[in-house]
C-alpha cells in the first residue's frame, strides 16, 4: 500500500480468531442494530462550516446532513444523535430520519471520515 500511497496518516487491521462471533467487530448498516454504532471522526478529519474534510479533500455537506454531523462526538450512537435531531430541526417522520441517518453514516464511514464502534 505504502508503494501506492505514501502518505497514509495510519492504516487500520482487524485480526480476529474464527471462533470470534461476527457480531463483535463486524460493521453491518443492513443490520438493525446500526443505530448502536458510536460514530467518530477520524485521525485528521473534522467539521469546518458544512464541509467536512479528511487531510486530502473535503465535501460540502447539505442542511439535512450538516446537524447529524455536527453532533458527533465519540460518545453518542446514531441512534442518539438521530433522536437529538429530530427533537430540534427535523420536520418528517422519524422512521425516514433513522433510515437517512442509516444511509448518511454508512458512506461517511465508506468514504473515511468516520470510525465506527459499538
Known amino acids: 500500500m505504502e508503494r501506492i500511497y ?55 455537506l447539505n442542511p439535512a446532513q450538516l446537524p447529524l454531523v455536527q453532533l458527533i462526538d465519540g460518545k453518542r450512537s446514531i441512534q442518539e444523535i438521530a433522536d437529538a435531531v429530530a427533537q430540534s430541526t427535523f420536520v418528517g417522520k422519524e422512521t425516514e430520519l433513522r433510515e437517512f441517518a442509516r444511509r448518511l453514516f454508512q458512506s461517511l464511514w465508506q468514504l473515511d471520515f468516520v470510525a465506527m464502534s459499538f
Open 6 to 60: 505514501s502518505t497514509n496518516a495510519c492504516h487500520f487491521f482487524i485480526a480476529c480468531r474464527p471462533e470470534r462471533p461476527k457480531e463483535s467487530y463486524v460493521i453491518d448498516f443492513a443490520e438493525s442494530t446500526f443505530g448502536d454504532y458510536i460514530p467518530q471522526m477520524r485521525k485528521a478529519c473534522g467539521l469546518s462550516g458544512a464541509e467536512i474534510f479528511r487531510s486530502d479533500w473535503s465535501m460540502k
